[in-house]
């Protein structure tokens, strides 16, 4: 049970911290004004944003199932400092 708790809480704070000013927040907020109705594009946020982790979660293992984990965290490391190259050349 320790490692469930270990894999949630690690997700929660990556992804409560890198999901803090994105263009998804910024649309939520944009749509809150536009309507003027919280409760409904909370709650379509909110389903939104769960299939598509959810996608990501399906796409995830079975990617897991073909790949060797540390072929992907290299991949993915690779990915972002190509990524985070690109943004800092103001190519993205």
Same mark, same amino acid.
């Given at each position: ?5 270990? #894999?949630?809480?690690?997700?929660l704070? =990556?992804? =409560? ?12 907020? #944009? $749509?809150?004004?536009?309507?003027? $109705?919280? =409760?409904? +594009? ?7 944003? #769960?299939? +598509? ?7 995830? $293992?079975? =990617? ?12 993915a490391? +690779?990915?972002? +400092? ?6 800092? #050349?103001?190519?993205?």
């Open positions: 049970m320790a490692a469930f708790w270990k #894999a949630f809480l690690s997700t704070g =990556l992804l =409560l911290l890198a999901e803090l000013g994105d263009k998804t927040q910024l649309a939520v907020i #944009a $749509q809150t004004c536009k309507y003027g $109705q919280p =409760l409904a +594009v909370f709650l379509g946020a909110a389903l939104a944003l #769960a299939l +598509v982790t959810g996608l990501g979660v399906l796409f995830g $293992q079975a =990617l897991a199932t073909l790949v060797p984990e540390t072929i992907l965290r290299k991949a490391a +690779v990915a972002f +400092v190509i990524m985070g190259v690109l943004i800092w #050349a103001n190519v993205l």
